[in-house]
């Protein structure tokens, strides 16, 4: 394909980190298909997705007008006095001015849309492979750190995890925190003090967390049963993203798709705020971006073979390509 025909102008490389079971390839498959898998096998290696999305305006431009205007709807409306209603139109209800007084030369037309690949390499989240799969990160230019919100441990890590992206991936990486599987936690206000008394509860990042699959609950889940609880809050996840320069916090749900794609979608959007910054050699193998010309049309990566790995078993598994 040539860099002509290529339905993208850019090609970026994205990592998918965190523990195993947090949801890392359900959220790769949510945004690359648009589905959700109930049962999924355990990641072996690393798995690969891609997904081309718009970035840069005009599509940033009306994202953030739609976003105003939520924003706007959710806003009680003004409360207007006997003397406030009688009073002449503010300047912001004029009527527009009349024809001739305006510029009638033509608008200039809107710039053209550019469209970036996300190439998506779901890495494994068990200690086993964890040696392994840190070799994926060379060359991320974005990254989804991802906890469960129900499992505290996974929270606990994300710093191990951050820190072993930072010593290999481009200095420039940006990296998104998310908290996922949001669809299983009530929303926050409804268990607000039961949250923070847990929190207390918990020993501090230092000690070994407690096992969240102990006794006959299982992970996520009280002993006794029951809904999963909210074991880590947003203000508390939000303040760690603030102490360790992460670009955002988001929580989502691949199984509902809340969120999905904005987590994806910011991560994209800030990288092509890096491109028109000059961050990037676009035509450097090792940078985490390229153009698509310097790609070829193609992957630009490396070709996205399956990996064999042995396990301490000696048993052999294959990374399986979600899209």
């Known amino acids: 394909m040539s860099s002509s025909s290529a339905p993208w102008d850019y090609i970026a490389k994205l990592v998918c980190i965190g523990d195993s079971g947090c949801g890392k390839s359900s959220l790769t498959i949510r945004l690359c298909e648009g589905r959700f898998v109930t049962h999924h096998d355990v990641t072996i290696g690393v798995e690969f997705g891609s997904r081309v999305v718009p970035v840069g305006p005009p599509y940033s431009l009306d994202a953030a007008a739609s976003q105003q205007q939520q ?37 200039p037309p809107p710039p053209p849309q550019k469209h970036m690949k996300l190439s998506l390499w779901d890495t494994a989240g068990q200690e086993t492979y964890k040696s392994v799969t840190r070799s994926y990160f060379r060359g991320a230019s974005g990254a989804l750190l991802v906890f469960d919100l129900t499992r505290r441990s996974t929270f606990q890590h994300v710093t191990d995890w951050l820190n072993d992206l930072r010593q290999i991936a481009e200095p420039d990486i940006v990296v998104v925190l998310v908290g996922n599987k949001a669809d299983l936690v009530p929303p926050e206000g409804e268990e607000e003090g039961q949250t923070q008394g847990d929190a207390r509860a918990q020993p501090s990042s230092s000690s070994p967390p407690p096992p969240t699959g102990a006794g006959p609950g299982t992970p ?40 999905v794609e904005r987590a994806f979608m910011h991560v994209a959007e800030r990288i092509f705020q890096n491109i028109q910054a000059g961050k990037y050699d676009l035509n450097d193998r090792r940078s985490g971006v390229k153009s698509a010309g310097a790609a070829g049309g193609g992957g630009g990566f490396g070709a996205q073979q399956p990996v064999r790995l042995t396990t301490a078993k000696g048993q052999q598994g294959t990374a399986r390509a979600c899209c």
Request: overall charge positive.
């Open 220 to 259: 996520g889940k009280p002993a006794g049963g029951g809904p999963p609880r909210r074991e880590v809050s947003r203000a508390e996840a939000e303040a760690w993203a603030r102490q360790n320069g992460i670009l955002e916090y988001i929580e989502t749900s691949a199984k509902s798709g809340e969120n």
């Open 71 to 107: 924003q706007q709807q959710q806003q009680p409306p003004p409360i207007l006095d006997a003397t406030s209603q009688s009073s002449p139109a503010s300047p912001k209800g004029l009527p527009s001015p009349p024809l001739a007084s305006r510029d009638k030369s033509s608008p």
